[in-house]
């Protein structure tokens, strides 16, 4: 890789500044950020690539420090200020993805423990609400069963012309349903 180096500063704390002509990782996620388009997917995919490239500098940035000599010190600003660019690339592709992170999934990882449990106890009080509506339900279907046999005992008549009106009623809703493409329950096919 081509380098030039300026120092700046007088005495021992002088500053290196680097200009590099060859292309880094971190230009080409750069031009990234300016073509990208507004699909969180891409956005978020754009995202985690940037978080792998700036585990990939602090782990290259570890390797340095911890073999630092006196001549490792140009590779060391140099990766230093790769990691800058890509936090700050990092930062501005993150300001683009829009995703909403429930606190109890923040609060189960501060106390160290698996994100999937708040998944788990959301599906398992979806699950007991389900069962709750279930049983009201069929409540509602056992008084409306247990209405029409009274009712069919004191009206016959009624009962027999209200039950061809709700089979024609269903007819009809059932032609509706097939003529726009809807199942039965009321959603749409796909």
Do not use: W
Not at 36 to 60: A, C, E, W
Request: hydrophobic content about 35%; some cysteine.
């Amino acid at each position: 890789m081509d380098s030039s180096a300026a120092t700046t500063g007088g005495g021992g704390n002088s500053m290196m500044i680097s200009q590099s002509t060859a292309t880094s990782p971190v230009d080409s996620s750069a031009t990234t950020v300016a073509t990208s388009v507004d699909d969180p997917k891409q956005n978020l995919g754009q995202v985690i690539n940037s978080i792998q490239k700036t585990l990939g500098v602090l782990h290259q940035l570890y390797l340095t420090v911890s073999s630092y000599n006196i001549a490792s010190q140009l590779p060391l600003l140099q990766r230093m200020n790769n990691l800058v660019l890509e936090l700050d690339n990092m930062t501005r592709l993150a300001e683009k993805c829009n995703i909403q992170v429930p606190m109890e999934v923040l609060n189960l990882i501060d106390d160290g423990k698996n994100p999937d449990e708040f998944t788990r106890n959301m599906l398992n009080g979806c699950i007991a609400k389900n069962q709750i509506t279930k049983g009201k339900t069929d409540a509602f279907k056992g008084l409306r069963k247990h209405l029409l046999e009274e009712l069919e005992q004191a009206f016959p008549g009624e009962v027999e012309t209200y039950r061809e009106i709700r089979a024609a009623s269903a007819a009809e809703a059932k032609r509706l349903a097939q003529s726009q493409n809807m199942l039965p329950n009321g959603d749409a096919k796909n």
